[in-house]
T-cell receptor, first 109, second 114 residues
Framework: GQNIDQPTEMTATEGAIVQINCTYQTSGFNGLFWYQQHAGEAPTFLSYNVLDGLEEKGRFSSFLSRSKGYSYLLLKELQMKDSASYLC??????????WGAGTKLIIKP | DGGITQSPKYLFRKEGQNVTLSCEQN?????MYWYRQDPGQGLRLIYY???????QKGDIAEGYSVSREKKESFPLTVTSAQKNPTAFYLC?????????????FGPGTRLTVL
């Protein structure tokens, strides 16, 4: 079967760095997406990786290792507004997104 | 402003009633999707459409129906056959349904069946 695993909840301090991991087993791979979702709101796109390596976009970076079925989202200089759920999703061989359950990130002052 | 709208934001229905959730996009996207989100679970695909007048079942289509008569509209009907319809429903669209295409989401409809 297809499976996406990410931690249920993480806590970090304002101004610090946090890494959210995602491991996956899917039928085929056409890229991995990270989305941010504030409570009760729509998910918004953060990043896309299809090749191995690190993609940096401001305070957010995303890493992919296809051989290990592993990705992480790195958030630097954490701000209170970064408190949200972070969703990992893999596009499978049918171009459908398979979603993880999300990681709820709590930022403390 | 281009985007996706869903209405209403909150919806209450009695058990046994059918209800239709609206989804409209003005992004000129070909592909549209309906997801269901429950606490502690990932988004699950209900139905998707890659082109007008065509749609496909997702992983949890039982108890739901859709239509795609216009490019910009993809309404979802939750029928009385859906065993546990209370959930947060998200509509999304993408330029096409193939290859890399970021999905854009509407604000969601929270359906509560009493």
């Amino acid at each position: 079967g297809q499976n996406i695993d990410q931690p249920t909840e993480m806590t970090a301090t304002e101004g610090a760095i946090v890494q959210i991991n995602c491991t996956y087993q899917t039928s085929g791979f056409n890229g991995l997406f990270w989305y941010q979702q504030h409570a009760g709101e729509a998910p918004t796109f953060l990043s896309y990786n299809v090749l191995d390596g690190l993609e940096e976009k401001g305070r957010f970076s995303s890493f992919l290792s296809r051989s290990k079925g592993y990705s992480y989202l790195l958030l630097k200089e954490l701000q209170m507004k970064d408190s949200a759920s972070y969703l990992c999703a893999v596009m499978d061989s049918n171009y459908q997104l398979i979603w993880g359950a999300g990681t709820k990130l709590i930022i403390k002052p | 402003d281009g985007g996706i709208t869903q209405s209403p934001k909150y919806l209450f229905r009695k058990e046994g009633q059918n209800v239709t959730l609206s989804c409209e996009q003005n992004l000129n996207h070909d592909a549209m999707y309906w997801y269901r989100q429950d606490p502690g679970q990932g988004l699950r695909l209900i139905y998707y459409s890659q082109i007008v007048n065509d749609f496909q079942k997702g992983d949890i289509a039982e108890g739901y129906s859709v239509s795609r008569e216009k490019k910009e509209s993809f309404p979802l009907t939750v029928t009385s056959a859906q065993k546990n319809p209370t959930a947060f429903y998200l509509c999304a669209s993408s330029m096409t349904g193939e290859a890399y295409n970021e999905q854009f989401f509407g604000p969601g409809t929270r359906l509560t069946v009493l």
